[in-house]
Nanobody, 114 residues
Framework: QVQLVESGGGLVQPGGSLRLSCVASGSIFSILAMGWYRQAPGKQREFVARISSAGSTNYADSVKGRFTISRDNAKNTVYLQMISLKPEDTAVYYC????????WGQGTQVTVSS
């Protein structure tokens, strides 16, 4: 069983930055691929970024060059650094852990608005 707790969301102006964090319980964190997904009102949850246990990354086209996913295995934490935020980035952001099953956090709200 893996539990995920996100933090770092909030209200930011267009062009601003935020860093999301996700702390995972359990000793298997280092062998899990981790990811970030988001869900805007009235839309389906969509992929944002993913990082493997070895540190390789991939991103949705809509966030490439603006978002960076990273992980600190010693702290059981995965991060999502977001810069140049746009109103269309507004969503609830979910952390995910991918093993034999996929685990999800409870989500953190990111609102980009002036």
């Amino acid at each position: 069983q893996v539990q995920l707790v996100e933090s770092g969301g909030g209200l930011v102006q267009p062009g601003g930055s935020l860093r999301l964090s996700c702390v995972a319980s359990g000793s298997i964190f280092s062998i899990l691929a981790m990811g970030w997904y988001r869900q805007a009102p009235g839309k389906q949850r969509e992929f944002v970024a993913r990082i493997s246990s070895a540190g390789s990354t991939n991103y949705a086209d809509s966030v490439k060059g603006r978002f960076t996913i990273s992980r600190d295995n010693a702290k059981n934490t995965v991060y999502l650094q977001m810069i140049s935020l746009k109103p269309e980035d507004t969503a609830v952001y979910y952390c995910s852990a991918h093993g034999a099953v996929t685990y999800w956090g409870q989500g953190t709200q990111v609102t980009v608005s002036s």
